[in-house]
Every structure is written in C-alpha cells, then in structure tokens.
C-alpha cells in the first residue's frame, strides 16, 4: 500500500472556484511536499511543509499538516484553467534522506 | 540553469534489447534519483545516487535493471533484456548535498518515455 494517498482522484471545478485536495500518509515523516505535473512533462516542486509546521501558503497555494491525523491538505484559490494538472503529495520519512514516497495523485481541470 | 535533463525524451526498444536512460542533474547537485511512473498512477521509487555510490536500491528490480552515477558524466538507468511490463515512463530527480533527514525538493527532469514493443 502507498505512503501517501490522495483524495479526491479527480477533481473538475471552474475558474474562479477553489480546489482543495486531500493526502493521508502511514508513518511517521520529516517532511511531506506537494508537486504538479502537467500532462506528459515532469514534476514541478510547489511547497514543503516540515513536520513540525502546521500551515503553510505560497501564493494561491495553502498547504495544512495534521500530523496527528498523518493527513495533510492543499487548497488552491481562486483556480486558473492554467491550474489544470495533476497533483502529488511526497513524504520524506523521518530520520531518513529525501527518498520520497508518492501517493497516485489528484487530476485537476480547470473549466474556463 | 539548466535543470535536470533527461535524453532520450521517448525511447522504443523491442523486447529482448537493451534501454540506456541517461540523466544530466542540476550542476552542483550530487543526489540522483530515479523514479518509474505508469500511467495515471504515481511515481514509483526505484534508487537513489550519489556520485560513485549507491544508497538504496530498494525500489529497483533485482534483475535486468542496474543504475550508476559516474565521477564523471551523466546517471545512466541500464534495463537489459526488456519486456512489454518496463514500459512506463522513468524520472530522474536531483537535489544538493544535505543532511541526514533531508529538506530539500526535488528538481525533475521531464522523463524518458520507453515504449517496448
């Protein structure tokens, strides 16, 4: 079973909404990231939220961490059909390097 | 800055050859890690590098696959013998030298697509 597991598995919202999606993960971690890829191209790297932070925002881009509950969340404001992409969350496991664990992500489209 | 280049973008080779992905980190970047993506699924740990070394290999089957990161030159993933199942597409990612626990992101290449027919 993954590390990290994402909800909802696809997501179809339009412009101007918000996108919120959802990451659960199993054990204990130094970190847990968030990535975007577009379709046929590589991951890009959005935010990282340490396992002692509880929140973090990055433009239009609010990442929460809930270690009690091993979840996490990303909420994307006021989408952009530009928004359009699938979304990953990673762990990196505590005391251990950046090897991350991918959970199989949430498909984002943005309607105009 | 040139990011972390991946060559070939697609990659077919007929079951029974041999596939050589190569994977250029970002300068200054001496961890390498490859990753298996399939479709509409996630990425897939197979091995992380440093120069000359091999960290974990975990992830990676125990036969026909092989990876190495010269001194020199780039991280080349080695599949021998292919079959229909290799088929997918094989990320590499980079990041600096960093403590034990590591926060740092990943930097991605754009992926070698290998298509065995």
């Known amino acids: 079973s993954q590390q990290g597991e994402e909800d909802p598995q696809a997501l179809s919202i339009q412009e101007g909404e918000n996108a919120t999606m959802n990451c659960s993960y199993k054990?204990?971690?130094?970190?847990l990231q968030w990535y975007r890829q577009n379709s046929g191209r590589g991951l890009v790297h959005l935010i990282l939220?340490?396992?002692?932070?509880r929140e973090k925002h990055s433009g239009r881009l609010r990442v929460t961490l809930d270690t009690s509950k091993k979840s996490s969340s990303l909420l994307i404001t006021a989408s952009r059909a530009a928004d359009t992409a699938s979304y990953f969350c990673?762990?990196?496991?505590?005391?251990?390097?950046?090897?991350?664990?991918f959970g199989a992500g949430t498909r984002l489209a943005v309607h105009p | 800055n040139a990011g972390v280049m991946q060559n070939p973008r697609h990659l077919v080779r007929r079951r029974g050859q041999e596939a050589r992905l190569r994977c250029s980190p970002v300068?200054?970047?001496?961890?390498v890690y490859w990753y298996r993506q399939l479709p509409e699924e996630g990425l897939k740990f197979m091995v992380y590098?440093?120069?000359?070394?091999?960290?974990?290999e975990s992830g990676m089957p125990k036969e026909r696959f092989s990876a190495e990161f010269p001194k020199e030159g780039p991280s080349i993933l080695r599949i021998q013998q292919v079959v229909r199942g290799d088929s997918a597409a094989y990320f590499c990612?980079?990041?600096?030298?960093?403590?034990?626990?590591?926060?740092?992101?990943?930097?991605f290449g754009n992926g070698t697509r290998l298509t065995v027919t």
């Open positions: 990612a980079s990041s600096p030298p960093q403590g034990q626990g590591g926060n740092s992101p990943l930097h």
């Open positions: 054990t204990s971690i130094n970190n």
């Open positions: 939220i340490r396992s002692n932070e």
């Open positions: 990673a762990t990196a496991l505590s005391g251990g390097y950046n090897k991350l664990i």
């Open positions: 300068k200054g970047h001496s961890h």
């Open positions: 590098l440093q120069k000359e070394n091999i960290i974990d």
